[in-house]
């Protein structure tokens, strides 16, 4: 437990004693640009911390963002203007209006991947602006909106009151927003990043939390509007275009993504640095010591060989290059922007992970920050309730078919699996056999037939919907949350444990609950042998581990039939052996298991029934022993004789 | 002649931290079929993928027609010589089927004109093979039937008049008379003496038209011998059906 | 004024078109969003305004000089920060901000070395001439940007339908292990579209600022926005869909400024993409994105 | 953030607060970004005043140094840089921003500090109604453009116009809103009004709605930029009417390169490329020397805003004490008269909204001219 208070000593501490040193400063300093560049740091903090929702934790590139902070500002300006309300009210309705709009525009918008949303975004925005410009009537145009800043209950805000706003609404984004990511929330908007079928199948419905992710930041960018409406008070149309979302996405990409740390230290970049280039004094220090340590990191990388030459010299030259150009160039005004794109690539080849991505890493091991201890396992018969042996049918599948093209890749199969019997599905290469289970987990619809669950149809083509139905897999090619720890994939998983409502876990109160969450997983890490490496990153676990892991996360769902699809497949042999004791143990617990597999062995040692898949149609069914000697099957596998006359 | 058309030494192999291949080594002479059997994830594939430079090798040596070319990029390979016809295919399917073809002899023929010419007594002489083909030369490869993508595949392979041919289970997910028809063109293209070195799962096909099999299981060569002997091994069964 | 607006519809969407050449052709073989594009484009514009105002040159070498400049500039990118980005499978965020990055370098780099005042080309060195049919008016120019609009997409077509380079690039963009797999060196010719498209862009800025005639280091922003909707409405990464897309944008952009009013030019422009989008999220020619291992 | 870094922080912010002799004067224009062009010909106005003031021994002996920042054009930067320069770099008075949308922001913040900001480039409205440390030398468009309306309806009995402004601009939008009310006045009807926004390079769908209504002439409040594109493309569609130029239109540059695509235009200036006064002679000679371009208008308007600045300076003694120097030269500004490159200048206090406090506008009387053979001519009034 020591390790437990030093971190949260340290964690919490440099929360605690930031934001204390921020709201210090106007006790110290009264020179009202210092404040005015803080006012804008904590406004951009929340900003950059909404961005980061979508292109960290979503991973999705977002360039819609600068556009909600317009939607955000003008909603508050025209709210005290137009509607006359007071501050408050402007600060609620902002975000919500873009909360409202950003879930509108996620609806479709986030069907779309990777460039196009990007792109989908960006016209968006675009759209935004010409709008906000066209409105002369409600927006004043291109003339510009002035705003006044309202006394709040009677009090006229100076600009350290302002300030102190500013940097408490940014505490307590920074605390809302902690306790979500930190919550299922947040496992979830990144499971969803690193793979949405994993995601949908393991009940976790992607879309939905796209789309409130999306909202989320939106609304985030809403309320730093408001603020932003509130310091500047003269807003303009033109200041939310495209320029300004290049500047903040920089921001996101220096700081470090899926960090709130890294945000602020993004916002900080943006808003701080190029007012501190503009003073050739400053700038020189800044570029002198970020010279020195780009050269310590690069001679560190390079002594160990941890990094490549390019990726360690990269920085070492930009940094070279700002070194030099600060002593040659007489006013470092004009070379800001140039100064920054330099910066800026240093960061993007030298650190991948982001300013804060590298700081973390080095604070943690600089002060020897242990991860938070894990609780003690639950029993598992609490997290993996026994499923009654019945041997009645369980899931039926009648003359079911699926075609790719012209591809009869299932061709009417019907069979069918009873309760607490491991069912082996084999076959040679492209035989069916993954297309089948693809059908009934819903990834496929099928083009014909039916899937019954207990007599009743699954729903058809619906991996989430399915898996609301008790059904769990795995996937012939892994499809983990790769940046996800070991636990937190088994987590993202879970049924049945997850009951604190939003606001609640906003307010942190879902502590308990969080706790209840990772012995339950601990559970399942300790069945597939996984318990000591509950914190390793998924994609840093060996491939064996990784194939153990994945079969851990869908026991997560409490699954009556769990299909595993080549669970063996690359295993090397005391892995194989250990899968075999695996499945076993989940079967004893009354699991209904589907097992596709190539390894013979580990068919037969297993199955209770098997059957034999060839060219999309079932060749063979029955114990696995009688079916090895099926003719059929060994001329399957071993193919038929070629006639010589044919061949001639 | 009886000079190795194809060589591996020692060869070792993997993704990411799971390491496939632990030291296979095996060799291919020149005009002669070789087969390489195994059972699933057993690393034939993965042979496959390091001989041609798909995936670099960790350790060993890959020689093609006496030249070293382990570490060298694919592109490279392939110009020494290497034809490898991947598994599933990998026929470019908004490609026609001509298109497919004049690619596979990409490093032969000049880019920009002129090619048309150079090109045709390879195309007549892959069309000859497969007259489907020819019948359907406009038609975009994805459009092709299993089948049909996989003669392409093969076409495509054999327009380069490559030293040395990775044929890699050219019977995947295809109808079992489709499977004879393809291993019927596997027997002419060895009547025309190619060097081929073909993966199969299934056995008993590879190993007719083999001259020499091997039989991987979990990343290594375990049985090696000519068709007749494997066929008398009570391994090569078990290696399949446990 | 009908036929005018026709006319004007053609000239503009030319001139979108023209842009998108090279922006759709990096996007079509190296799968980046190459927001540089913009800046490339500036720089043959300054390229051949230089070339042609300094020395004296024939028009036609400053366009190949713009061609060579912005087509290096292009390489520079790719061998410098793209390649190392593909080695690394860095996602598509990253590539986007470096391109972002490169575009305020040049574009700095432009307001140094040129300064912020509109450059223009000399009025002698443009070529003269108007036609006038019943109502219609057009420029020499006009008519020159439309005429090489056309040909560089044939051109480009041609080259990518019927030769085998064309054929290795469209191989490449289906399946980049599967082309190196037939002795297709992926990595020269991931070099030689950057070249390429970059070149397109800097004879582009050149063709265009010959016909506005006013070069500023910010001219490619705007422009870039609008390739960024062309190569959304004709699809990306298609050749076809990039001169399709321009006039689309063209047509819609002149035909609501005529029409409803010209205060909506942009509004409809962009709400028409948005729709687009939604509707058929591959554009007019596109596939949908899927980019094999 | 940790503390060390903070402490750099606040020392860098209140770095370059050191004590001089020296009259520090802000300058805030838009060095970079869309309206650099005009940034930084003011800037140069502004440096080669300075040269010319210290060359001569200064301000009653006391140099003059220039803070110059930039504010990008856009107006948080503006406000920024304003507060930086009042805050931190305690200048005495503040010339610009550049854009009458940036004076907008940023003109409020300096006026709270009782610092004076004086425009050479804010020719919209309103901009002196912001306060009483608001000065500009800058003349308003309501002061230009009726002139010019009705020097050139006269000159060409005009009887309908086109009207063409880049919407997105509160420049030209202001422009706009006087054109229409000049044209409102003078009971000149208006064919159609048009618009486009900022890096629009093609206008012909614009043009050719305009040429459908056959005008007389067509007003236009647009940035030099667009509006040489305009006047090129006009003519190729074969519209032959004259132009009506607001601000934007003072370019010198801009009529070399339309060359006779622009001849007849109307343009209304506060300065005169040509006005044959020695000031003015001497300042177009001297700048051509000095940055080896031609100076423009804006330029002018920030080589004569200096000099009034140091004429205004001549009667202040300096305290040290910065708010007291601040508001002595606030109250000596108003009582300057000066003979500059512009021509005899003088202040106007503006009549302020609703009865505040305003600041104080340009007298001057504007040039008209007509642009023939490619080049600004005085018109002479017939």
Redesign the interface.
Known sequence: MKGNWKRFFLVRGAEVAGLALLAAVPLAVTNPFALGLLTLLAIYGILLIGLDVTVGYLGQVNLGHAAFLGIGAYTAGLTVTTLGGGMPIALVLAPALCFILGGLLALPALRLEGPQFALATLSFSALATTIINEWESLTQGAQGLQVPRPPIFGVALDAPDFYWLCLALLALVWMTMRNLLASRWGRAFEALRDSPIATDAMGVGTYRHKVIAFALGSSLGGLAGGLYAFNFQYLQPQSFTYELMVILLLGVVLGGRKSLWGAFVGAAFIVLLPNLLSNRLLFQIFSAIGLTAAVFAAGRGLAKKTTQPFQALAPVVAMGLLVGGSLLVANTEDWRKAIFALMLFSVVVGLPEGIMGFAAQLLTRLFRIAPPSLPAPASLESVLPAWPATGEPLLELKHLKRHFGGVHAVDGISLTVRAGHVHGLIGPNGSGKSTAVNVISGLYAPSGGEVLLHGKALPEGSLFKVAGHGVARTFQNLQLFGELSAIDNVMVALKDVFRVPLPLILLGLADAEEQRARAAALALLDLVGLRDKARARAKDLTYGAQRFLEIARALARKPELLILDEPAAGLAHPDAAELVKIIRRVHDLGVTIILIEHHMDVVSELCDVVTVLDGGKIIAEGPPDTVKRNPKVIEAYLGAVVEEEKAA | MTTDMLRVDNLHAGYGLAEVLTGVNLEVKAGTVVALIGANGAGKTTTMRAISGLLTPRQGRVVVAEKEVQGLPASRIARLGLAHAPEGRRVFGPLSVEDNLLLGAYSALPHFFGFHGRAAAELERVYALFPRLKERRRQLAGTLSGGEQQMLAIGRALMSRPKAMLLDEPSMGLAPVIVQEVFAIIRRLKAEGITLLLVEQFAKSALEVADYAYVMERGRIAVAGTPAELRQDERVLAAYLG | ?LE??LV??L??GS?YALFALGFTLV?GVL?V?NLSHGAVFMVGSYAAALVVTRFEAPLWVGLLAAMAISGLIGLAIDVV?LK?LRA?K?????P???T???T??I???A??LF????Q?FP?EMLPAG?F?VG?V???AL?LGIIAVSFLLMAVLFF?LRR???G??L??IA??P???????????GLFHLTSFTAAALGGVAGAL?SLN???I?P??G??ML?KG??VI?LGG?GDIRGALIGGLFLGFA???S??YIS??????VA??L??LV??VR??GLFG?V?ER?A | MNPSRIALLVAGLLAGTAAAADIKIGIAEALTGGAAQYGVAIRNGFQLAADEINAKGGVNGNKVVLVIEDEQGKKEEGITVFKKLIFQDKVLMIFGPTLSNSMFAAGPVANAAKTVAFGTSNTANGITDIGPYIFRNSVMESDVLPVTVASAVKHYGIKKVAVMYGNDDAFTKSGYDVFKKVLEDQKIPVTTTETYVKGDVDFKAQLTKIKAGSPDAIVCSCLAEEAANIIVQARGLGLKAPFIGGNGFNSPKMFEVSKLAGEGTFVGSPWANTNPTPVNQHFVAAYKQKYSSDPNQFSAQGYDALYIAADALKSVKLSGNIEADRQALRDALPKVSINGATGPFKFRAAAGKDGKPAGFDADQKPFIYIIQGGKFTLFSGK
Do not use: W
């Open positions: 004024m005018q607006q004007n519809a000239t503009l001139v996007f799968a969003i920060i190392r690394r860095a996602p598509h965020l990253i986007m901000i470096a972002i990055g490169v305020i370098v574009t700095s780099a307001q140094g300064g912020v005042e509109v223009r009025e108007d006038t109502d008016h057009v420029r006009e080259a030769t085998q380079l054929r290795a469209r191989a289906e399946s292990k599967a082309a190196s797999l037939l002795g297709i060196n992926v990595e265009i506005f005639n006013a500023t910010f001219m922003q705007p926005h960024i909707a959304i990306m952009e002149v035909m400024k005529a010209s205060q909506m030019g942009d509004a962009f709400g993409l948005f989008l939604l999220p591959s596939r994105l094999k």
